[in-house]
């Protein structure tokens, strides 16, 4: 357990409304993680953090932007949610296991856009 | 274009036999290849690394082999269990520790 929790869990909102995505975490990692999970897509890059304030862009960021004012949260938000967006949100933290570095995951946000 | 593959999208197996799923990439500057394990309606969890100086990494029943001339890694999950059911990606470490994810292979085991 790597101390993520993510909110909302379950979202249904309408196409064109701002949605703003909330991961905190309790263990002061300096690399954070937004990704979304699609079908036959698998899972995917959209913003990244490597410090407070300091963000930049994964393979999908259009249509996304974060914010990281403190160290234990993430925000994810879409000005302008459209149908494309409907997914599963994954938040990561990065942290040592072992020899390497790896990413460990929060619950999921499942958003529906109607 | 996907740097990391996983070409099947599912795979059975009988309950006590070995599973074997298998990942192609094709960046060779990656340090680390990494093998998650998703159930539904969970976030994924990290099952076992190896780094690219080796090729072969074992943790319990899960082994990881690497391949770099051919990049291409398998997972064997030896003997497989009905709770080793799940979804498996493959994936590759960047700089910044981004994780490049495969699209997954779907496991199911049958007791």
Same mark, same amino acid.
């Given at each position: 357990?790597?101390?993520?929790?993510?909110?909302?869990?379950?979202?249904?909102?309408?196409?064109?409304?701002?949605?703003?995505?909330?991961?905190?975490?309790?263990?002061?990692?300096? =690399?954070?993680?937004?990704?979304?999970?699609?079908?036959?897509?698998?899972?995917?890059?959209?913003?990244?953090?490597?410090?407070?304030?300091?963000?930049?862009?994964?393979?999908?960021?259009?249509?996304?932007?974060?914010?990281?004012?403190?160290?234990?949260?993430?925000?994810?938000?879409?000005?302008?949610?459209?149908?494309?967006?409907?997914?599963?949100? $994954? @938040?990561?933290?990065?942290?040592?296991?072992?020899?390497?570095?790896?990413?460990?995951?929060?619950?999921?946000?499942?958003?529906?856009?109607? | 274009?996907?740097?990391?593959?996983?070409?099947?999208?599912?795979?059975?197996?009988?309950?006590?036999? *070995?599973? *074997?799923?298998?990942?192609?990439?094709?960046?060779?500057? $990656?340090?680390?290849?990494?093998?998650?394990?998703?159930?539904?309606?969970?976030?994924?969890? $990290?099952?076992?690394?190896?780094?690219?100086?080796?090729?072969?990494?074992?943790?319990?029943?899960?082994?990881? $082999?690497?391949?770099?001339?051919?990049?291409?890694?398998?997972?064997?999950?030896?003997?497989?269990?009905?709770?080793?059911?799940?979804?498996?990606? @493959?994936?590759?470490?960047?700089? =910044?520790?981004?994780?490049?994810?495969?699209?997954?292979?779907?496991?199911?085991? *049958?007791?």
């Amino acid at each position: 357990d790597a101390g993520i929790t993510q909110s909302p869990r379950h979202k249904v909102t309408e196409t064109g409304t701002p949605v703003t995505l909330r991961c905190h975490q309790t263990e002061n990692h300096r =690399y954070m993680y937004w990704y979304r999970q699609d079908p036959g897509h698998g899972l995917r890059l959209i913003h990244y953090s490597y410090g407070v304030k300091d963000t930049d862009k994964g393979e999908v960021s259009d249509g996304y932007s974060v914010s990281r004012s403190k160290t234990e949260d993430f925000l994810l938000t879409l000005e302008s949610a459209t149908s494309s967006q409907t997914s599963v949100y $994954f @938040c990561a933290i990065s942290r040592t296991s072992g020899d390497t570095d790896t990413q460990y995951f929060g619950p999921g946000t499942r958003l529906t856009v109607l | 274009d996907q740097q990391v593959k996983q070409n099947s999208p599912s795979l059975s197996v009988q309950e006590g036999r *070995i599973s *074997i799923l298998n990942c192609d990439y094709t960046n060779s500057m $990656f340090d680390y290849f990494l093998w998650y394990k998703k159930y539904p309606a969970e976030g994924p969890t $990290f099952l076992i690394s190896i780094s690219s100086i080796k090729d072969k990494n074992e943790d319990g029943r899960f082994t990881v $082999f690497l391949n770099k001339s051919a990049k291409h890694l398998s997972l064997h999950i030896v003997p497989s269990q009905p709770g080793d059911s799940a979804v498996y990606f @493959c994936a590759a470490l960047g700089g =910044y520790q981004k994780v490049t994810f495969g699209t997954g292979t779907k496991l199911q085991v *049958i007791p």
